[in-house]
């Protein structure tokens, strides 16, 4: 009867143990298997962010398309670029590289940054002081100190030569039959 009993405590120990490995297998399958849906779920989060960043630029550019879907003119001087409708009547000119292009512009915005934006002619950061435009017509400039380069902006009535501006593109009011340069520079 001992013998037996005792056979019956060592069964009982072993099925005890092989319990325990079991659960001990399958916890750390367990663990596994909940880092690799973390790691996962991480990936399809940064996927997402990507798709959202995507969905944000085919945005804009679907906004600059529509916004000069109706653009007439070949962008000369003689014949500049017509774009918008509005109150107001702007020039635009892009000077890069030696090559202009001429805009006229209609907006009813009444700062400069705003009409231009709402066309997509230029793009920027914002910052304390308004927007920084660091694209213009799709033209990027970079300020590095090896090679300092950045959108200079002239003013002209028509009746003067034009003057560098003195406030940023957010504090230049729209003005009605002006002209407005926007000039690659490099340096100071």
């Keep these: 009867m001992k013998k037996n009993a005792l056979k019956s405590l060592l069964a009982l120990i ?24 973390d790691a996962a779920s991480a990936e399809l ?19 600059q398309l529509q916004a000069l879907e109706n653009v007439t003119g070949s962008g000369t001087q003689e014949d500049p670029y017509l774009i918008g409708e509005g109150e ?5 000119v892009v000077i890069a590289d030696e090559d202009s292009v001429f805009f006229v512009v209609k907006t009813d915005e009444q ?9 997509g002619l230029i793009d920027g950061s ?10 213009v017509m799709g033209i990027a400039l970079e300020w590095t100190e090896e090679s300092p380069m950045w959108w200079k902006v002239l003013c002209t009535d028509g009746t003067a030569e034009p003057a560098a501006s003195e406030v940023g593109v957010s504090s230049i009011e729209v003005q009605d039959g002006m002209t407005y340069i926007f000039a690659a520079t490099e340096g100071y």
């Excluded at 107001?88 to 635009?92: H, R």
């Design 111 to 119: 700062f400069l940054d705003k009409a231009l934006l709402a066309y």
């Design 14 to 37: 072993l099925c005890l143990t092989m319990a325990f490995a079991a659960t001990s297998v399958f916890a750390d399958e367990t663990e596994e298997a909940i880092a690799d849906l």
């Design 88 to 92: 107001k009547t702007f020039g635009f």
């Design 126 to 135: 914002e910052s304390e002081y308004g927007l920084y435009v660091t694209e």
């Design 45 to 63: 989060e940064a996927a997402y962010a990507e798709l959202e960043a995507a969905s944000a630029e085919l945005d804009k550019a679907l906004a």
